[in-house]
């Protein structure tokens, strides 16, 4: 599988045009990328001699620079390298460097993966004689490397969905690893690491390690937000409160990737410094800080340098299940994130393109994208958080709000271990609330927790203050979906992370942050 005339155009507009070689943003070449040692040789010599300060380069010039190598020169001199380097500088035409450049990329990726068992006679066919192979090869060189590669995951994709088993099977003795429940129990093990609002985690458990939660909300109700501030509690074990004045430790130091699927880095940098600092995001826009502004501000650079390492940012615009799980995956094993989210599983159209011709419904898509967040909890042992859209009857108000409410069907939650669908309180509800409950201070933000695998607490309301400028939230209360307290509703102490050497280090930084002028 090759074309005789690529190496030929490569090689020769090298040695018109070694500048190609420093283009490393648009041509990414090796010797690996030529399948002939006598190639792979004179790819060296003369990606060498251009470091050397050539700007054209000779077959004598590479003639010469083979004296020195036994192994090279011999083999130079057996295949008569002279002239084939004649032949490359007369017929090569630089202009095209780019076509043939493309063309090699293509046929060692298609060399690639039938050495990997793949079939690629759909892409080239290197039968002539053969008829097909006239339109395939035809196709060939219009077809991009994400194409290809493309054609090949959606395969995957397909064979993943058709043929995976929805739950493994497994059997055993009530009693064989009982003893491991225990010692969980003890030590808190199925207990997560706390998110925003403590009765939200004392009926969710915390951030789950292996779980998918979805919290669903209608467009600027503070899904995103919320979505960052839970991120910036893992990430981030202080932040400044302004009732006491100070830094004092209130979240984790975890290592965090938040994805962001509508914002730009700016945007989401400003929530940060909101969350951290207290300083409302409005007043991040317009500077002329005041003094002790100035002073939270640099406080708040001196925990993002100290913790730089604990929060990633990553855009993706146009997500497709198969990048979603690149990224994922890639940081996860590369930077050691264990807490994830995702904002936010919508049909964009690379996604729809991802699934061209498999004539799947939106809601199957929906689906599929939250089986792929659930399975990456599970393989990598990971806390995934991501939320959803509502449909249009999604924030109408009957009883509690429930998987009818999200957009793109119900079966979006199948595969979630926690559902939440966040809201604005309505008029009456507050009324409610003011009146029977004689709620003092009165909640902008309820959660109805529909879902919770494995847990004593669902069909819940969770009444809150979420101050959108500061990303921070305040639950308040509980209720159950008829707005009656929860009276056997408590607390359970939250279980510290910290060992006692790792606590007062911190406490120690905390105090450097907090006299920092």
Known sequence: MEDKNIPIQIIGSLMKHPQFLSQSDKYNLSPDDFDTKLYKFLFRAIENLYK??????????IESYFQTIEVAKTLFERENGVEFLQDCEYLADDGNFDVYYKRLKKFNLLRELSKEGFQTKEFYNPNLADPAAIDTNARFEELEISDIIDEYKKKILKAEKDFSPNEATETRSAFDGMEQVLIDAEEGNDIGLPLQGAIF???VA?????CLYIRSAASSVGKSRSSVADCCLLAFPTRYEPAQQKW????????VLYIATEQDFGEIQRMILSYLTAMPENRLRYGNFNKDENRRLRQAMAVLE???DNLFLVRMPNPTIALIKTIIRENCLTRGIEYVAYDYIFIGPALLAEFKGFALRNDELLLMMATALKDLAVELNVFILTSTQLNAKGDENENIRNEASLAGGRATINKADVGVIMARPTKEELEILGRDLGAIELPNLVSDVYKVRSGQYTQVRIWSYMDLGILRKKDLFITDARL???????????IADWEEDEYRDLLIEIERINEIK
């Open 248 to 255: 004092v430790q209130t979240g984790s130091c975890q290592k």
């Open 484 to 494: 009656q307290p929860l009276n056997n509703f408590s607390l359970t102490p939250e």
């Open 201 to 203: 985690n004392e009926v």
């Open 52 to 61: 050397q300060g050539a700007n054209r380069i000779a077959p004598a010039d």
């Open 206 to 210: 915390g951030a789950r390690k292996g």
């Open 306 to 308: 100290k913790y730089k």
